[in-house]
C-alpha cells in the first residue's frame, strides 16, 4: 500500500467534505454558544454587550415563577423517567431474545409508536381526552402530564435496553441455570446486573426526553402547571432579556451533564462476549 | 440414556440413541458438526427436552427436569463466564445458589482455585484473564459443586494448538482426580482419541459405533467411521473363508490375508476391509508382496513421508514410509512399487 | 412419569409466551392509553359537530373533513377549494423537503468525515453531534433567534462590516423557519448515514479506484448506492418531524407563517374548530404513514437500527 505523500491522495478523502463538516459544526455550536455568552451580560439587552455579569442568573434565581417550573419539571421529569423506565425494561425483557410468536410484531409497533406519531397529532389527542376525564373526575393534578410523558419516553428507554439485551449472550443464564440458579434467581443474580448499564442509560435519556418536551406539556397542563419549557414558550412572546439566556443555560448544562453521563455509561468497555 | 429422538420442526437431530456412560468415566461424543453430538449434551443438561425417550441418572429419571434441578454442571464452547463477577465469584456461584454458608463456599473455591493451579487469582475479573485462564475457571466452576457428571461442549475448540494440548492432559488429570464423569463433546478425532475412556462416533443423529479408543481406531465397525478417524484405505475383498474371530479374505491380486470383523455379523462374499497407512510398507516390486502399484505422488511430513499409490484397479492406496535421518524413503513419482502388509492389519466393515 | 418431555417443552413454550405478554402488558397499557389509543377519539372527533365555546356536539357530521379539503362562502355559500390549508400544507411539505435537502447536504459530508476519522475519536465526533440534539427544541429555536434578529449576531457583524446599511428582516420569514428546522435535525440525519457509513467497506472503494473510476464516480457510483438505506432512514427521519413541526415556525414564524402543526394547534385555540383540528390532524398522520411506508418499501423492517 504504498500512497504518495507528495500527491497527498487517501483512499478516504473527498474534497470538500472536509470543510462543509466543520461548517456543520460550526453552524451546530454558533448559536448555543452565542446564547451562553450573554446569559452573562451586564446590560439589560440579549444584543448590545456590556459586560460581564452574573446578574441574569441571580434574577431567575429569585423569579418564583421559573423556580417553581423548575421544580415541576423535574418532578415530571423523575416520575415519568422511572415509570417509563419500569415499563420499558419489563418490555424489552419480553420482546428480545425469543423465537417470533404471535403479536411480536404489533408490540414493536405499538412500543415505537410514539416516535412515529406527529407530536403535534399526540398532544391534540390528549387534549381531547384529558379534557372530557378532567370533566368527569374533577382530578385536575399533574397525573395527566405524567401519564403523557411516561407514555411518549417509552420508546426512549426501551431502546438502549433493548439493544443491550440482545447484545447478552444467552449462554450466561444458561451457564446459571446449569448452576443451580432457579428462574428468579437467574434474573436476580445474572440478568439483572448485566441489564443495569442499559437501564440506567434508558432513564437518563427518559429524563433528558421528559424534561424537554413541549408540544404535549403544552396542550395537557392545566392552569398553573407550566414546566420550564412551556414557561420559556410564553415568556419568548415578550420583550425577551438576559434572564431567558440565563435559564437556558442552566437548562443546558443539566442536559449536558446527563448526556455525558450517558455517553460514558454507553460506552463502558465492559466486554461480556466479542 | 434410552430410545432419545428429538426434532427441530421436521429436522430430526437426534435419532433413536440410546447409551450408557459409566461412572467414573471419560467419555466422549465424536463426529462432524451437525451430528446431534451437541444437542444430546443439551439434553443431558436440560438446555433442550427429548422429544422421546428417557435419560436416567443413577437409576432416576431426569429427562423432563429443569437445568438447575439436575445434579450435572456443563462446561460451555464459549465458557459463559459471568463477566461482572470476579474468578472466585464465578466458581463459588453454584455452591452460592445451592444455599450452601459462605465460610463453606470458599473452601469450595479455594480448594478449586489449586485444582486448577489460579491460586491467588479469586479476586481477579475474568474479563481480564486469557483464553487458557478463563478455561480453567469455567471448568473450576463447572466442577466446584461436585456435580455427578461434567458436560464439556467442545470447551478446546477456542484454544491455540499447543494450549489445548496441555490442556487436554489437564482435563485428564481433573477427571482422575476428581472422579467426576465426564461427557465431552468434540468434532477432533485426535483429541477423542487422547483422552477417552470410551467414544461414541455419531452421524446424523445416529451412533455408529462406541468402543475404547483403540476399538475406534483399529477396529472401526463400518466405512463412517474407518473413514472419520484417521488416514484410510478402503479395498473390496472376497471372504474365503471363517476361522473363528478372524475370516480369510482375498485380495485383487489373489493373495488371501487374515481380517478381523465386527461380533455382531458374519460376513460373506464381497466385503470391505479397511488398512490404515502405517500399517503398509512400499517395496521394491516382488511377487511376493499382496499389492502393487505405481506412485503418483509423495508427500513429505517430517516425521513420514506419504506415498500415494495407484493399484493395478486405478484406486490410490495410501501409505505411511516413516523417515529415518538419512533422507527421504527413496521412492519418487513414476516408480514401481510392491505394498507389503504387517501381520493382521484388515478390518472387515458392516455394510 | 405422567408427563413426557415433549408436553413438557410444550407447557414451558406456552408459558413462556404467556409471560412474555404479562412482562409487556405495562408498557402497552401506559401507550395505548396515553399516546397511541387517544388517536382513534381524534379519528372520532374528526365525525362530530363543533361545539359553539370549543370542544365538541355530539352529532355526526362530515363538516370537519369538507372544511379541510373545501370552503363555503359565508355570504353566497358558493363552494371551493379551501386553499388557505391546501397552501399550509404545500408550504409545509415544501419546508420539509427543503429541510430535507439541506440535512442532507450538510449531514452526508459531515457523516463521512465522522466515519473516515480514526476508530477510537469517532464515538467522540458522535457525541458531538449528539450535544444539541439532547438540548431543549426550545433553548435551540430561541438561539437561532438571537443570531439573525435585526439586532441580533449576523446583523450587527455584517453592519460592522459595513455590507448593509439597514439591517435585514430574517427573524419571522420562511428563511428563518428553514434555518431552525435544519439546525434542529441536523442531528437526525447525520445519526443513521453515519451507521450506514461506519460500515461501508473501503476495500470497495480501493476497488473502484483501482478499476479507473474518478472522485466523483466513486462517490456516485459506490459511496451512495452502498449507504442507501442510511440516506433514505435520515431522510425520513428529518422529512417527518420537520412536516409536523409546531415549536419552530411558532418561535421563529412570528405567528404569520403558519405550518400544519400550528394550523392545527389553532383550530383547538381561537378557531374553535375541534372536528376540523382532528380532521386536519388524521390528514396529517396519513401523510406520515405514507413517508414510513415509503421507507419500509426501500429499506425494509431490516433497517431497525434507523432510530439512532
Known amino acids: ?274 | 440414556m434410552h430410545g432419545i429422538k428429538k426434532w427441530f420442526g421436521n429436522f430430526q437431530a437426534v435419532d433413536d440413541v440410546s447409551l450408557e456412560i459409566r461412572p467414573n468415566e471419560f467419555f466422549t461424543l465424536l463426529g462432524p458438526s451437525g451430528c446431534g453430538k451437541t444437542t444430546l449434551l443439551r439434553m443431558i443438561a436440560g438446555f433442550e427436552l427429548p422429544s422421546e425417550g428417557s435419560i436416567r441418572l443413577d437409576g432416576a429419571e431426569i429427562a423432563s427436569l429443569l437445568p438447575n434441578q439436575r445434579p450435572v454442571n456443563t462446561v460451555f464452547q464459549n465458557y459463559a463466564l459471568f463477566p461482572h463477577l470476579s474468578v472466585a465469584e464465578n466458581i463459588g456461584f453454584g455452591l452460592k445458589m445451592l444455599g450452601q454458608p459462605k465460610a463453606k463456599i470458599a473452601a469450595a473455591v479455594a480448594e478449586m482455585l489449586k485444582l486448577v493451579h489460579l491460586e491467588g487469582r479469586g479476586n481477579d475479573p475474568v474479563t481480564q484473564l486469557s483464553g487458557g485462564q478463563q478455561q480453567r475457571v469455567a471448568l473450576a466452576r463447572a466442577l466446584a459443586p461436585r456435580p455427578k457428571v461434567l458436560l464439556l461442549d467442545e470447551p478446546l475448540s477456542a484454544l491455540d494448538l499447543k494450549l489445548r494440548k496441555s490442556m487436554q492432559i489437564e482435563l485428564k488429570r481433573l477427571q482422575s482426580e476428581t472422579g467426576i464423569t465426564f461427557v465431552f463433546v468434540t468434532h477432533d478425532q485426535e483429541e477423542a482419541l487422547t483422552m477417552s475412556d470410551r467414544i461414541a462416533v455419531m452421524s446424523h443423529g445416529t451412533v455408529r459405533q462406541v468402543g475404547e479408543p483403540w476399538e475406534i481406531y483399529d477396529r472401526p465397525a463400518e466405512r463412517f467411521v474407518a473413514d472419520f478417524i484417521g488416514d484410510t484405505n478402503f479395498l473390496d475383498v472376497d471372504v474365503v473363508a471363517i476361522e473363528g474371530e478372524r475370516a480369510r479374505v482375498r485380495l485383487a491380486s489373489g493373495a488371501e490375508i487374515p481380517a478381523t470383523f465386527p461380533a455382531d455379523i458374519r460376513p460373506e462374499g464381497r466385503v470391505s476391509i479397511v488398512i490404515r497407512p502405517e500399517h503398509a510398507r512400499a517395496v521394491a516390486p516382488s511377487p511376493a508382496a499382496p499389492l502393487a502399484g505405481t506412485v503418483h505422488d509423495v508427500v513429505y511430513l517430517g516425521t513420514d513421508t506419504h506415498l500415494h499409490v495407484r493399484l493395478a484397479d486405478d484406486k490410490t492406496f495410501l501409505v505411511r514410509q516413516q523417515n529415518a535421518r538419512s533422507g527421504p524413503c527413496g521412492f519418487a513419482v513414476g516408480d514401481s512399487v510392491g505394498i507389503e502388509l504387517s501381520d493382521d492389519v484388515a478390518q472387515i466393515l458392516r455394510d | 412419569m405422567s408427563v413426557t418431555p415433549a408436553e413438557l417443552g410444550e407447557t414451558i413454550r406456552r408459558k413462556d409466551i404467556r409471560s412474555r405478554w404479562l412482562l409487556s402488558a405495562p408498557a402497552m397499557l401506559l401507550i395505548g392509553a396515553a399516546s397511541a389509543g387517544p388517536l382513534l377519539i381524534v379519528v372520532l372527533y374528526s365525525f362530530l359537530a363543533p361545539g359553539s365555546y370549543g370542544d365538541v356536539k355530539w352529532a355526526f357530521s362530515t363538516d370537519g373533513w369538507f372544511n379541510v379539503f373545501l370552503s363555503r362562502d359565508i355570504f353566497d355559500d358558493t363552494v371551493s377549494l379551501a386553499d388557505a390549508h391546501f397552501s399550509i400544507f404545500w408550504r409545509s411539505v415544501r419546508i420539509a423537503l427543503a429541510t430535507t435537502a439541506l440535512c442532507l447536504l450538510l449531514g452526508f459530508p459531515t457523516a463521512y468525515f465522522i466515519a473516515t476519522r480514526p476508530q477510537h475519536s469517532r464515538s467522540l465526533w458522535l457525541f458531538v453531534i449528539t450535544i444539541p440534539f439532547w438540548t431543549n427544541m426550545l433553548i435551540r429555536a430561541f438561539a437561532i433567534q438571537e443570531v439573525i434578529r435585526t439586532e441580533g449576531l449576523v446583523n450587527t457583524l455584517l453592519m460592522k462590516l459595513g455590507l448593509v446599511s439597514a439591517p435585514i428582516q430574517m427573524l419571522f420569514t420562511d428563511f428563518a423557519i428553514l434555518l431552525g428546522m435544519t439546525y434542529v435535525h441536523l442531528p437526525l440525519m447525520v445519526l443513521p448515514l453515519y451507521a450506514s457509513l461506519e460500515k461501508l467497506d473501503f476495500r470497495l472503494v480501493e476497488a473502484a479506484y483501482d478499476l479507473y473510476a474518478s472522485r466523483f464516480n466513486v462517490l456516485m457510483k459506490v459511496i451512495v448506492p452502498l449507504v442507501k438505506p442510511g440516506l433514505i432512514a435520515g431522510s425520513i427521519l428529518v422529512f417527518i418531524p420537520a412536516l409536523s413541526s409546531y415549536v419552530i415556525p411558532r418561535v421563529l414564524g412570528g405567528g404569520k407563517n403558519l405550518m400544519v402543526g400550528n394550523l392545527i394547534e389553532l383550530q383547538f385555540g381561537q378557531g374553535r374548530n375541534w372536528p376540523l383540528g382532528a380532521a386536519l390532524s388524521v390528514t396529517l398522520v396519513a401523510i406520515v404513514l405514507v413517508a414510513l411506508l415509503f421507507y419500509v418499501r426501500n429499506v425494509g423492517k431490516t433497517g431497525g437500527g434507523a432510530h439512532g
Open chain 1, 1 to 274: 500500500m504504498a500512497r504518495n505523500p507528495a500527491r497527498n491522495f487517501s483512499i478516504k478523502r473527498l474534497p470538500g467534505f472536509a470543510t462543509i463538516a466543520m461548517l456543520s459544526f460550526f453552524i451546530l455550536y454558533l448559536p448555543i454558544a452565542t446564547l451562553v455568552v450573554y446569559a452573562f451580560n451586564a446590560g439589560t439587552s440579549i444584543a448590545a454587550w456590556e459586560g460581564l455579569s452574573l446578574r441574569w442568573f441571580l434574577s431567575a434565581w429569585q423569579n418564583q415563577q421559573v423556580i417553581d417550573a423548575s421544580i415541576r419539571s423535574l418532578q415530571i421529569a423523575s416520575v415519568a423517567a422511572i415509570i417509563a423506565t419500569a415499563c420499558a425494561t419489563l418490555a424489552a425483557l419480553a420482546t428480545t431474545r425469543t423465537t417470533p410468536y404471535r403479536g411480536l410484531t404489533f408490540k414493536y409497533s405499538l412500543l415505537n409508536s410514539p416516535l412515529l406519531v406527529p407530536e403535534i397529532v399526540t398532544a391534540v389527542a390528549l387534549l381531547i381526552l384529558f379534557s372530557r376525564i378532567k370533566v368527569w373526575t374533577g382530578y385536575s393534578g399533574l397525573g395527566y402530564l405524567i401519564a403523557a410523558h411516561s407514555a411518549f419516553c417509552v420508546p426512549f428507554a426501551y431502546l438502549p435496553i433493548r439493544a443491550r439485551l440482545e447484545n447478552m449472550d444467552l449462554s450466561l443464564e444458561r451457564a446459571a441455570a446449569d448452576l443451580y440458579a432457579t428462574p428468579f434467581k437467574t434474573f436476580r443474580y445474572v440478568t439483572l446486573p448485566l441489564l443495569w448499564p442499559g437501564i440506567l442509560a434508558g432513564l437518563m435519556l427518559a429524563f433528558v426526553i421528559s424534561l424537554d418536551d413541549v408540544v404535549i406539556t403544552e396542550f395537557v397542563k392545566s392552569g398553573g402547571q407550566d414546566t420550564l419549557p412551556t414557561y420559556m414558550l410564553g415568556q419568548l412572546r415578550r420583550v425577551v432579556t438576559p434572564e431567558m439566556n440565563a435559564i437556558s443555560t442552566v437548562f443546558l448544562m443539566l442536559s449536558l451533564a446527563i448526556v455525558t453521563v450517558f455517553f460514558f455509561i454507553s460506552r463502558n468497555p465492559q466486554k461480556d462476549d466479542p
